[in-house]
T-cell receptor
Framework: LAKTTQPISMDSYEGQEVNITCSHNNIATNDYITWYQQFPSQGPRFIIQGYKTKVTNEVASLFIPADRKSSTLSLPRVSLSDTAVYYCLVGDKADSWGKLQFGAGTQVVVTP | GAVVSQHPSWVICKSGTSVKIECRSLDFQATTMFWYRQFPKQSLMLMATSNEGSKATYEQGVEKDKFLINHASLTLSTLTVTSAHPEDSSFYIC?????????FGEGSWLTVV
């Protein structure tokens, strides 16, 4: 299972774009990249998932270069409510994902 | 998206008693579910893998006799903390997956007094 590395923290102001990059150098061919958001005292919430190139949904975009050794979560025009910890996870079939060892995640703090 | 639900959201119990936490996949079946523990300002720590119809697989250092896991159906796994002690107080989270994605429950706060 691919190990991931993310920045520990990022600060931003409201209305700015936040980009969080995750390194996963030993990603396997069948692995997908998934990002989660976690608020205090809540379980992680699915944000976005991708395999290659770019994926966009109503809350974020995910950029994956051709070599797939990293990925970047982009949060457009953040608000105070986007203050949370963001986790990048890499894995294949869902049944095996629980074996993933969570990294520390990235604490994003948005200020007015 | 898929929904995983936990119950209760929070529970207080007395030392020495047992408490059960339920994890349900609401709109998909899951042969495997996972239980985590999270301390304040720390990341999730995998405790065990719950397998439908068979014994759970525990991570090293997790007492299987204290944290009993039952996965009796494809949509329900339960975690029972037996003979609870104050040091068992924590935030417990479950997850279940479908396809290439896992979804997490809302989490359950356990306070042992």
């Amino acid at each position: 299972l691919a190990k991931t590395t993310q920045p520990i923290s990022m600060d931003s102001y409201e209305g700015q774009e936040v980009n969080i990059t995750c390194s996963h150098n030993n990603i396997a061919t069948n692995d997908y990249i998934t990002w989660y958001q976690q608020f205090p005292s809540q379980g992680p919430r699915f944000i976005i998932q991708g395999y290659k190139t770019k994926v966009t949904n109503e809350v974020a975009s995910l950029f994956i270069p051709a070599d797939r050794k990293s990925s970047t979560l982009s949060l457009p025009r953040v608000s105070l409510s986007d203050t949370a910890v963001y986790y990048c996870l890499v894995g294949d079939k869902a049944d095996s994902w629980g074996k993933l060892q969570f990294g520390a995640g990235t604490q994003v703090v948005v200020t007015p | 998206g898929a929904v995983v639900s936990q119950h209760p959201s929070w529970v207080i119990c007395k030392s020495g008693t047992s408490v059960k936490i339920e994890c349900r996949s609401l709109d998909f079946q899951a042969t495997t579910m996972f239980w985590y523990r999270q301390f304040p300002k720390q990341s999730l720590m995998l405790m065990a893998t719950s397998n439908e119809g068979s014994k759970a697989t525990y991570e090293q250092g997790v007492e299987k006799d204290k944290f009993l896991i039952n996965h009796a159906s494809l949509t329900l796994s339960t975690l029972t903390v037996t003979s609870a002690h104050p040091e068992d107080s924590s935030f417990y989270i479950c997850s279940a997956g479908t396809g290439h994605t896992i979804y997490f429950g809302e989490g359950s706060w356990l306070t042992v007094v």
